[in-house]
């Protein structure tokens, strides 16, 4: 699976930014897709989550209320929206593909198996 992401960009606090992940290669039924950050000097965070099939989605509290993610099945591709933007949310943006089932929290980066090159997301303040 390859996984590209995209709609990164510099941006004031307060702005909106649409990021998007298309997935090809190869086409799954289940498992889910999520976004993770990654700020200079900070560990990898969880920011959302979805899975594949029944659209369920899981949030960081960092972003609950600010950040909506959603899917296109039929094109393989996901969405996250994130409103509010504020400095801290600043970060290298990543998103993940995780095939089949697993009992790995989605909140965790080793539940994923796959992983886009990143996108960089920068809010001014």
């Known amino acids: 699976v390859q996984l590209q992401a995209s709609g990164g960009g510099v941006v004031q606090a307060g702005d909106s930014l649409r990021l998007s992940c298309a997935a090809s290669?190869?086409?799954?039924?289940?498992?889910?897709m999520g976004w993770f950050r990654q700020a200079p000097g900070k560990e990898r965070e969880f920011v959302a989550a979805i899975t594949w099939y029944g659209g369920d989605t899981f949030y960081a509290d960092s972003t609950k209320g600010r950040a909506t993610i959603s899917r296109d099945y039929a094109r393989y591709n996901v969405i996250l929206q994130m409103n509010s933007l504020t400095p801290e949310d600043t970060a290298q943006y990543y998103c993940?593909?995780?095939?089949?089932?697993?009992?790995?929290?989605?909140?965790?980066?080793?539940?994923?198996?796959?992983w886009g090159q990143g996108t960089q997301v920068t809010v001014s303040s």
């Open positions: 993940a593909a995780g095939i089949g089932t697993s009992s790995k929290s989605l909140r965790t980066a080793s539940r994923y198996d796959y």
């Open positions: 290669g190869r086409t799954f039924s289940s498992g889910a």
